[in-house]
């Protein structure tokens, strides 16, 4: 059942007897997914890592011979794997007593069916973990995102930041960061009211997503963005702010005609900073730049590098 | 239990399911060799084999339509477990090769 359709969500099946993955291939074939299975703890474990799979069900009882690991186990390793510690489990049961269940389920797993399976009642707890598991990741989503722009948020910035200067320390790479402010933006929100001030955040956040691809634009606080440029020269990044500079310079504003708003940006490239750069290192390169943008007189671009400004 | 005088005819609860057609003809096929295996468990004293095997059958013999044959698996486990002697033990497994011998495609 493998070769079905790729996107549907994977379903992997964790139990000891041939027999009963014989019967789910059968008993399942007709939902929209896409099942797997394992026959001992160790190749279950190796899958679920691999296959990365939405729904997983765990026989309890399985086969301890060998690999001292029975459901409550495997179970176990799931929780404690950052990767896999969401995925819904379902587990399956013949003969388990009322603590072996309360025990499963304050681990962490999210059902039980009993053997022998109850057709329909399989096919509908599958569909249901399924939904559950898509509310899940949504929600995961939705925790890095920002509510106001739709841009990543600052949670985000600063875990994907650290991990991209890592890499880029690692092998070397050229990694930039540009930080942007509002220009008296708290003016414009005094004058014109905190709705307009959210609407030209908002503006400016669809203007950032108007980038290259592997830019990576985050709010990072208040009237403050900072985009993740990977692979990208310091030269290159001052292009890519510069670009920002002049679209949201000639942006109209049909509530207030004729008003025109700008932002400043501080631009700083991991390679022309001394030693092993820290994340902390270049977030505050980019922010010494940004000042300098405002200390010569905003809506510019200004570098943490000795490189030409275009324009 | 008065399984043993039954000699009436055993089909799968899912006789007339297309779906399940193959898997049972499979599982009906097999099941010598599995009863095979626990009187060899039996005779070996392997009980932790035999309790496996009868786990095995017990957890899946009702999904393949057999709930009879899952519930004489059942006491056969339940009797291994809680250390029953060889006699009522090799009485259950006579039980369930009773039934498994009325089981017909």
Request: hydrophobic residues 45%; charged residues 25%; glycine residues 8%.
């Amino acid at each position: 059942m493998t070769e079905r359709s790729s996107t549907f969500p994977k379903v992997l099946a964790i139990d000891d007897s041939v027999l009963i993955h014989r019967l789910l291939q059968v008993r399942l074939q007709h939902e929209e997914i896409q099942l797997f299975g394992a026959t001992r703890a160790d190749t279950g474990i190796k899958m679920a890592r691999e296959l990365r799979p939405d729904v997983v069900l765990l026989d309890i009882e399985l086969d301890l011979k060998g690999q001292g690991m029975d459901g409550f186990g495997v179970l176990q390793v799931f929780k404690d794997d950052p990767d896999l510690q969401d995925v819904s489990v379902i587990f399956i049961s013949g003969q388990s007593t009322m603590e072996e269940r309360v025990r499963a389920l304050d681990m962490g797993a999210s059902d039980f069916v009993a053997k022998p399976f109850e057709i329909v009642e399989l096919q509908a707890r599958v569909r249901s973990a399924l939904r559950v598991q898509k509310l899940v990741r949504m929600l995961a989503q939705k925790a890095q995102v920002d509510g106001l722009t739709g841009l990543w948020n600052r949670t985000y910035f600063d875990r994907r930041l650290s991990q991209e200067v890592g890499e880029a320390v690692r092998h070397g790479r050229s990694l930039s960061l540009v930080m942007c402010d509002v220009d008296r933006f708290k003016k414009l929100n005094d004058e014109r009211g905190h709705p307009f001030g959210d609407k030209v955040l908002e503006r400016l956040a669809r203007i950032f997503q108007t980038g290259r691809g592997s830019d990576i634009a985050c709010r990072w606080g208040g009237e403050e963005f900072g985009i993740i440029l990977p692979n990208t020269v310091g030269s290159e990044a001052i292009e890519v702010a510069d670009r920002y500079r002049r679209v949201i310079e000639q942006e109209v504003w049909p509530s207030v005609p004729g008003m025109v708003i700008t932002a400043s940006f501080g631009v700083a490239d991991v390679l022309v900073l001394p030693n092993t750069p820290t994340t902390e290192d270049l977030v505050l390169a980019a922010d010494a730049a940004l000042y300098q943008a405002k200390m010569n007189g905003r809506n510019r671009v200004e570098a943490a590098v000795a490189a030409h400004l275009p324009g | 239990m008065r399984l043993s005088n039954d000699q009436s005819m055993l089909r799968s609860e899912f006789a007339d399911d297309p779906d399940m057609a193959g898997i049972v003809a499979l599982f009906i096929h097999e099941l010598p060799q599995r009863l095979a295996a626990m009187h060899v468990a039996l005779a070996a004293a392997n009980h932790e084999q035999l309790r496996m095997l009868a786990h095995q059958l017990k957890g899946a013999a009702g999904g393949y339509g057999f709930p009879k044959l899952g519930e004489a698996a059942a006491l056969i486990d339940q009797a291994v477990r809680v250390g029953n002697d060889d006699n009522v033990i090799r009485s259950r497994v006579g039980m369930l090769a009773a039934i498994a011998a009325r089981i017909r495609p």
